[in-house]
């Protein structure tokens, strides 16, 4: 059984630490080994001119391509910036700091609830899985946000724990909450979070219920009316008309966003999907099995009918994350086998923990009823009711299930609601928490021997996808920030390469504008997001890796291989879009 306790064993802490540096310091040490530990990943190049900007100006602005809120976490790098210069690496490495303190913060924060086994179980699946290390060495917002959102839900323990709200603690929470919302819009999951969980936990008070709904509402309004505040004071800081997602994406169905969104958490807690029938749970599953049979019927008619992808990409993809950032074709960092069981685990995982949610709930409200119905007996047989004293609850399973439920449902509304594009980096930090309500509400006294085997096989798994798919990106990111580093040295300007889309808009002398337009041989991020951009080298795939001679108008070749995935060979060829003459 699942045994919780209050006050860890001080080696235990020490070791929680130590583990999240470890991983963080592996992720380090993998960036660093390919050339990505100094260069700017996926969106982050955005960023980083915004925070760079803000450090020789003193003047805060954003570009209208950047949709983030971010005004945080520019703000938190200004002593970075301060101390090391306008460098990338110091940042990266603050964020892989930021990503440890998550990590051991979500522990922590699991074993108000969770036996050590199953609290490190749950703080794995995004330690060890496809999209942590590669966000945890970067600039991007989500670590940085999902590391104050677990702060926040970690002070909201206190806050909610025992027969009366703790008021300073509430504070705290909230505050945390403010902090992860500046630097990304979608942390207001944690807010709405910790008040919802304050009702489910105290709104079974037999007296105040109305005062305390009134003031829990009363919080959560000044709480959004600060938010609106910083978002709409952060939109008179954009330099030009916003840009809408709807001209990148247009027109995603609602269905598409929901189940690819939903697949996507299921892959990324596969594991949880083998652990939750453990002890006996199993047995519920015989009962349910047309449930899950039929939808592991509708997943697949969505992926192989509709077309629909049951992975939303960005990070895990066949050619690996953020593979369109360079013309030509990506290799496969998987196998078509590989990526077909892959596929295959998404379907069943998701449709196991839909099944195991329903079941769930289904017993929950029966439960419910069975015991009103027995309240009312005893209130229709005795004249007076005998006084029964509301016990105190541990709010953090509520809390957890609560917080992961928001931050997918909100991903969903907000997607479908803008018509953007649906990535798998939305719902990362949601993972665990949803990972942990789960196997709290499997809990059993039944032996847990085999679900603990079955539950270590299965991360195991889900190491090797992280592994390979995480030095995959960080193998593809040094290489082409090594092109455009061995272009600049053959004398062609910086601003006049480009060795993929982060290289060319880090170092546009011009600012970030978004005019989609497309031209012919050239990308998108060269003709939609800067004015008259000028293209000398023109980097790419090379169209046969092992080939050794050179290409028509090749002027420089870079070649990487990851630990375990492929052999990234990129080539540049002479272009001639404004190009200055010599």
Known sequence: MDVARPRLPRLEVVLAWCA??????????????HGALGAARNDDWVYYRLAFSLASTGHLSFDPYSSTLLVGQVVAAQPVIAVFGAQIAPLQVAVALLSAVALAAAYFFFRHFLAAFWAAFCVALIAVGPIWGGLSVSFMSDVPAIALQVLCLCAAVPALRGPRLRWGWLALSLVLAL???????????????VLIAALLTHGRRPTGRLRLLLVVAGVGIVWVLLAAALFLWRDTLVAGPRALTAEIELGQRVYYVLAGILTTTGFLMFPVALAVWRGGMWRMLLRWWPLTVAL??????????????????????????????????????????????IMAAANVATSLLITFAVARTVSVLLDWRRRRREVTEVDTHSAEAPATAVRSIDPSPRIALTFGVVTVALVVVVVIITRGRPFDRYVVGAVPFLAAAAIHASRSKAPQLLGRLVASAAVAVLALIGVAQVDASATFDGTKWSLGTEATRLGYAAETVDAGYEWFGFHQPGPVIYDYRREPGYPSYVTSLFTDARVCVLGEFAPRPTQREPYAREVVRVSRVSLIGPRYTLIGRSADRNCPSS
Request: hydrophobic share 55%.
């Open 20 to 33: 999240a540096l470890a991983v963080a310091g592996l992720y380090l040490a993998d960036a660093a080994a």
């Open 179 to 193: 902090l992860a919302f500046s630097v990304r819009e979608y942390s207001l999951a944690a807010a709405a979070a």
């Open 296 to 341: 592991i019927a509708l997943f697949t008619y969505t992926s192989h009918v509709l077309g629909y992808p049951l992975l939303v990409g960005n990070y895990v993809r066949l050619g690996g994350s953020y593979s369109g950032t360079l013309a030509g074709v990506a290799p496969a960092v998987f196998s078509r086998q590989a990526w077909w069981s």
